[in-house]
């Protein structure tokens, strides 16, 4: 670092005296920034990196907040919200993130594009992946499908097929020392010129799934010019169809308020356009429905679904478009998930999550998903029930509540505007249906 850095090494050295500072991205899929900022009761100060980006004090403690488990927000290190608006995804795109776990830039994805299109989040390793799935569900993502794949075999199943691709490679975690000792147990010389290694197959094979004119950006949050510039230069040399746009971005510590994070953008500018059309894609995916022994019947599923959403919620013209406008309903064994219409066969691919779950067939009914609750806004549906506050821990911590007799059958429930679950109301109280691997009491 005194080599790469020269008169700004000893600033470099002492920015790790200081406290690192904390982030936190509001969710555009829950509420617009002035309505999360009406209703957040933290103290905020912008990133100025990303317009989603807010710094907070530690002893604020969002992460322990009711609105946290609404989705309103993703705790995530400042200087990792810089990457996604360089990959600039937009509604309508196919967006690859190959190295998603555990899900903050995905989430930064699917937030700017707005519930349109096709998100495929990556993961291979199985328990980061079901962490990923975690926080695409509990921010309300209805357009992500979310793979357990080497990326070779990413890269066999999606030629030319994606828009913008993200590789936010695994690495040798410089910037992380300040917040995890882990990381610096974890450091030596090898091991940077192992992620190196690692990092420039992973490129190779990422490469392939980019359309023609279309982006791919890499990034790190370490500072080894072996894992980050030079990298970039030798993914030039391996793919002379791409070129890089635009200068390379480095995040400092002594620099910027984070802890450091490297990233480069290059579009592609040859090749072919080597995928299977749209068309083809329904067609089989279409066949693949139907074709699956022990599912239940699409159309069956979809009644069920159909009863559930319209009749016990009375969902809206504006809640039909953000549920079903470019998403087909597939049954997966009893549970009926709203699949992206850009997604390839999904027979044959390792699934951690095929979409957005909207519930579970159980013989003439619905049984609602929690995933469902937290992707439905308010005005998505004309059957909700807001909660106080107090109300909305006691629900978080399993408990009934106290509602108008009035009230029968299912309700979205919501807490300062943000829906959290589902409830069924009968007799005058809501009962309970937030899931009992989620409940915690609150502060």
């Given at each position: 670092?005194q080599?790469?850095l020269?008169?700004?090494?000893?600033?470099?050295?002492?920015?790790?005296?200081?406290?690192?500072?904390?982030?936190l991205r509001?969710?555009?899929l829950?509420?617009s920034?002035?309505?999360?900022?009406?209703e957040?009761p933290?103290?905020?100060?912008?990133?100025?990196?990303?317009?989603?980006?807010?710094y907070?004090e530690?002893?604020?403690?969002?992460?322990r907040?009711?609105?946290?488990?609404?989705g309103?927000?993703y705790?995530?290190?400042p200087?990792a919200?810089?990457?996604v608006?360089?990959?600039?995804p937009?509604?309508?795109e196919?967006?690859?993130?190959?190295?998603?776990?555990?899900?903050g830039?995905s989430?930064?994805?699917?937030?700017?594009?707005?519930?349109q299109g096709?998100?495929?989040?990556?993961?291979?390793?199985?328990?980061r992946?079901k962490?990923l799935s975690?926080?695409?569900?509990?921010?309300?993502v209805?357009n992500?499908?979310?793979?357990?794949?080497?990326?070779?075999?990413?890269?066999a199943?999606?030629p030319?097929?994606?828009?913008?691709v993200?590789?936010?490679a695994?690495?040798?975690g410089?910037g992380?020392?300040?917040?995890?000792?882990?990381a610096?147990?974890e450091?030596?010389?090898?091991?940077?010129?192992?992620?190196a290694a690692?990092?420039?197959d992973?490129l190779?094979?990422?490469?392939?799934?980019?359309?023609?004119?279309?982006?791919?950006?890499y990034?790190?949050?370490?500072?080894?010019?072996?894992?980050?510039?030079d990298?970039?230069?030798?993914f030039?040399?391996?793919?002379?169809?791409y070129?890089?746009e635009?200068?390379?971005?480095?995040l400092?510590?002594?620099?910027?308020?984070?802890?450091?994070?490297?990233?480069v953008?290059f579009r592609r500018?040859?090749?072919?356009?080597?995928?299977?059309s749209e068309k083809?894609?329904?067609?089989?995916r279409?066949?693949?429905?139907?074709g699956?022994?022990g599912?239940?019947?699409v159309?069956?599923?979809?009644?069920l679904?159909?009863?559930f959403?319209?009749k016990?919620?009375?969902l809206t013209e504006a809640?039909r478009?953000?549920?079903?406008?470019g998403r087909t309903l597939q049954?997966?064994?009893?549970a009926l998930?709203?699949?992206?219409?850009?997604?390839?066969?999904?027979?044959?691919?390792?699934?951690e999550r095929?979409?957005?779950?909207?519930g579970f067939c159980?013989?003439?009914?619905l049984r609602?998903?929690?995933?469902?609750a937290?992707?439905?806004?308010p005005?998505?549906?004309?059957k909700?029930?807001?909660m106080?506050p107090k109300?909305?821990?006691a629900?978080i911590?399993g408990?009934?509540?106290?509602?108008?007799p009035?009230?029968?059958?299912?309700?979205?429930?919501t807490?300062?505007?943000?829906?959290?679950?589902?409830g069924k109301a009968?007799?005058?109280?809501?009962?309970?249906?937030y899931?009992?691997g989620?409940?915690?009491?609150?502060?």
């Amino acid at each position: 670092m005194q080599r790469q850095l020269g008169a700004a090494y000893d600033a470099f050295l002492a920015s790790y005296e200081k406290e690192r500072t904390y982030g936190l991205r509001y969710n555009p899929l829950k509420a617009s920034r002035e309505d999360f900022l009406r209703e957040a009761p933290f103290a905020l100060r912008a990133v100025p990196w990303a317009e989603e980006g807010f710094y907070y004090e530690p002893s604020e403690q969002p992460g322990r907040h009711m609105l946290h488990e609404a989705g309103a927000f993703y705790i995530q290190e400042p200087s990792a919200m810089a990457v996604v608006p360089l990959l600039d995804p937009q509604p309508g795109e196919r967006i690859l993130d190959l190295c998603a776990a555990p899900g903050g830039k995905s989430t930064h994805i699917a937030g700017r594009m707005r519930g349109q299109g096709l998100l495929v989040s990556n993961e291979i390793v199985p328990s980061r992946a079901k962490v990923l799935s975690q926080n695409i569900e509990r921010l309300g993502v209805a357009n992500c499908v979310v793979c357990r794949e080497e990326p070779a075999r990413i890269a066999a199943l999606f030629p030319a097929f994606f828009d913008r691709v993200l590789v936010d490679a695994p690495c040798s975690g410089e910037g992380m020392f300040r917040k995890d000792e882990t990381a610096i147990a974890e450091w030596s010389a090898e091991n940077v010129a192992l992620c190196a290694a690692r990092q420039r197959d992973i490129l190779r094979e990422a490469a392939k799934t980019v359309r023609p004119g279309g982006v791919l950006v890499y990034s790190t949050c370490t500072f080894s010019e072996a894992e980050d510039e030079d990298a970039a230069e030798d993914f030039l040399a391996m793919c002379p169809e791409y070129r890089m746009e635009g200068e390379p971005l480095r995040l400092m510590p002594h620099l910027a308020e984070g802890e450091g994070h490297f990233a480069v953008k290059f579009r592609r500018i040859g090749g072919t356009s080597e995928g299977t059309s749209e068309k083809d894609h329904a067609g089989s995916r279409e066949k693949d429905v139907s074709g699956r022994k022990g599912r239940k019947p699409v159309r069956a599923a979809g009644k069920l679904a159909d009863d559930f959403l319209y009749k016990e919620l009375e969902l809206t013209e504006a809640g039909r478009k953000a549920l079903f406008d470019g998403r087909t309903l597939q049954p997966f064994g009893e549970a009926l998930y709203l699949v992206p219409d850009a997604m390839i066969p999904l027979d044959g691919l390792r699934i951690e999550r095929p979409g957005l779950q909207i519930g579970f067939c159980e013989k003439d009914r619905l049984r609602p998903s929690h995933a469902l609750a937290l992707a439905l806004r308010p005005e998505y549906v004309r059957k909700s029930c807001a909660m106080t506050p107090k109300q909305a821990a006691a629900y978080i911590r399993g408990e009934t509540f106290a509602v108008d007799p009035a009230r029968k059958f299912w309700y979205l429930l919501t807490v300062q505007g943000f829906s959290i679950g589902f409830g069924k109301a009968a007799g005058g109280q809501m009962k309970n249906h937030y899931p009992k691997g989620l409940r915690r009491p609150f502060v």
